[in-house]
């Protein structure tokens, strides 16, 4: 036994707590006994049963939402300081985005805990049925570093909505953000059921060793994978919102300044190309590259202005891998030729300026990984219609989109195209509708969120069937006969010629 091991058998679970709150600097490690009475001590508050009555689970809505209101700035500036997010991207796609989630939340979680009531058939006659939502237990939220306040607090909406307690574990990568989240989580939320523990691989390896009711994780493919084995020794159920290479297809029938503007949106006004449902790559036609491609550059010019490296509204790269991954793949051979806009770079302040590129070799790394950053190869093909095929012979993305007024192509795209989610004539808007679900599809991810879609990844619908007393039919029980048979056969298949045709004894068996 190691000596930090020996000296957690003295530690009780409120000093535990207490480690897990503070924010103060942390040993190095994580111990998986740690982890293993954090689980304990939450499996036990959960089993009394508080986090099940609408009361906790609305208080808990309001303390979060409350946390939101009262630290606008302190999250603006810690988002600053991990990404240099500029302050309009951070109130209104992490802040807001995570109020209006809480609202709604607020205002839907009566209709959503009402048990819904299911039809049943003349085989269980008399009877009533009814699906009713349970909270699952105890459950670990792992979050990623891209939007790293909203990404950790939004599926916790869906946890405390459905009446779980709840460990987040914030990424390492947004070092100010998971600080502050520990922070504020310990002041505004309910200790005994919902914990922040931060770390990075080893601490987030010590919590994925235990039983949990459901993993949560956002980032990528690799360490979605390690997150569904780690499950699956357990049977734990996953939502794994994971990224993928998120295409653009334009049309040329389009409002061009409109549909240019909305694609800078989605990619370098969205944390500079570092989110999960920026376009990553653009697919459009021979004819038309050069006037979208000239088209791109002017808006970028009227944004970003002529220095884009020292533009306040764009973030910078997150750290020095995540600069040397996005330089590799602009250094690449065949690669570093196609650029045809921007390029320029700055190591020392981690910034890279919006950089297009024309017809990179598909089978180059720009090409075959997800870029999660300012670069944006365009592709050409000689009919539109090819594109579709070129989006369906890769992984499954987690967005495309399609910039066209043409009807037909339209349904073929929708009826087509295989995505966890798209948007016909702009970019990543799909997220900020609650009523859509938010998830991807292969390797894009598993399950989906947001809304009512939150509260159901995070409940069980149990199944509840109502019986009485009377109707208490023979025809079930032994000694079963041909008659028997033929009768139950009738019910079974629901016939009502069938079943006076059995009674009469006029069925075959
Ligand atoms: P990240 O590096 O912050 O990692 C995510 C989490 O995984 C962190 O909490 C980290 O501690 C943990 N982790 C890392 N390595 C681990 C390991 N070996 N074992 C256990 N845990 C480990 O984030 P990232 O993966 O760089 O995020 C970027 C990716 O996430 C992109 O692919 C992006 O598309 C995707 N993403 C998806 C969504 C979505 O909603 N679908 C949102 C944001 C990002």
Redesign the pocket.
Known sequence: MSKSSIHLKFRNTHQISARIHDTTPKPPSYEKEEASLLVKELRGTFASGRTRSYEWRISQLKALLKLADDNEQQVADALNSDLSKPQLESIVYEIALLKNSCKAALKELKHWMTPEKAKTSITTFPSSAEIVPEPLGVVLV??????PFL?SLDPIIGAIAAGNAVVL?????APATSSLLAKLVGEYMDGSFIRVVE???AE??AL?EQKWDKIF?????R?GR??MAAAAKHLTPVLL????KSPVVVDSDINLQVATRRIIAGKWCCNNGQ??ISPDYIITTKAYAPKLVDALKNELGTFYGKNPLESKDLSRVVNSNHFARLTKLLDEDKVSGKIIHGGERDESKLRIAPTILLDVPRDSLIMTE?I?GPLLPIITVEKLEESFDIINSGTKP?AAYLFTNNKKLKERFVMSVTAGGLVVNDTTLHLAVDTLP???VGE??VGAYHGKFSFDAFSHKKAVLYRSFIGDAAVRYPPYTNGKVGLLKALMGGGVLDIIRALFGLSKV
């Open positions: 792992i979050s990623a570093w891209n939007y990404l574990k914030p990424s390492e990568i770390g990075a691989v987030t390896s994925l994780y956002t980032g990528n493919g360490v390690i997150v919102e994971l990224g993928g989110a999960c997800e999660f987690l938010f998830g991807g894009s991810g």
